[in-house]
């Protein structure tokens, strides 16, 4: 059951991949089914692990990514729907399929410790999910802005020029997705901290580690700290295009260096 929507995302990524390739409508709405497939199957899934382990399956980095890529496919299949447009959806599939194989080799449910037994822990990681999930549509954005204007200074209109939207509706989709993504990034991070003070007490090594030294917290600021100053570089001195396509491409560059490297092998406080 595990990997049915590993392979779903998988399918969905070569239509979307076809559909760049050939521009056909039919081909497109295949994939926009695939996704759906495969994302309904994965809300199955959660609904099965919410069940057997009593409470939502957040707890652990695998957890977490098997999350975020349930939440990144929403919000991209909600983006599509909405605009009619699936030029990026080759790009965020590969992303789905790259990280989901990650769950779907692991089928383990940690159960939740006591120290993560409140309402603030829910909030947090699904705050920061979210957040994570708007970084990584604008990273995508940023990258396809990136390969457009390349071929538009190359003055070779071809291949993306093509098949991609426009370099400002690009930018405008980007700095839309970095403004909500910041907004629930400043809950989590809140909400993060009030929980971490909450749990100081605890006999739990883990609690005792939550301060700015441990590299999972250190990064989530460092984030926050990127993207506030791509929305006052965006607002207040003009930095637009290609500026801001390059900071969303870094920012979710750190994202994923948090998300992975960090919340496996170097966290002391988010190893649960």
Request: charged letters at 10%; one cysteine or more.
């Amino acid at each position: 059951m595990r990997l049915i929507p590993l392979v779903c995302y998988a399918a969905a990524a070569a239509a979307y991949g076809g559909h760049f390739a050939w521009r056909d409508a039919r081909v497109g709405r295949f994939a926009t089914a695939l996704l759906g497939g495969g994302l309904l199957a994965h809300t199955f899934l959660i609904g099965m692990q919410t069940v057997q382990a009593g409470h939502a399956p957040l707890v652990g980095t695998t957890a977490a990514i098997s999350a975020f890529v349930w939440l990144l496919g929403l919000a991209y299949l909600y983006v599509e729907l909405t605009s009619e447009e699936r030029s990026m959806g080759v790009f965020v599939t590969v992303l789905l399929v790259m990280l989901g194989i990650i769950p779907a080799l692991d089928a383990e449910i940690s159960r939740r410790p006591p120290v993560l037994q409140s309402p603030l822990f829910t909030v947090h990681v699904m705050t920061m999910l979210f957040a994570y999930a708007s970084f990584a549509l604008a990273g995508v954005l940023g990258v396809t802005y990136v390969l457009m204007f390349k071929e538009i200074k190359a003055k070779h209109l071809g291949f993306f020029y093509t098949r991609l939207p426009s370099l400002r509706v690009l930018d405008v989709m980007n700095g839309r997705a970095i403004a909500v993504g910041w907004v629930f990034l400043t809950i989590g991070v809140v909400v993060g901290g009030i929980w971490a003070m909450q749990v100081q007490g605890s006999q739990d090594p883990r609690a005792q580690a939550m301060s700015l030294g441990d590299p999972k917290i250190l990064v989530a600021v460092l984030s926050w700290c990127l993207y506030s100053f791509a929305l006052y570089a965006r607002r207040v001195i003009g930095w637009g295009g290609r500026r801001a396509a390059w900071l969303s491409a870094i920012g979710f560059a750190l994202v994923l260096l948090n998300f992975v490297p960090v919340g496996y092998f170097l966290t002391r406080s988010h190893n649960f």
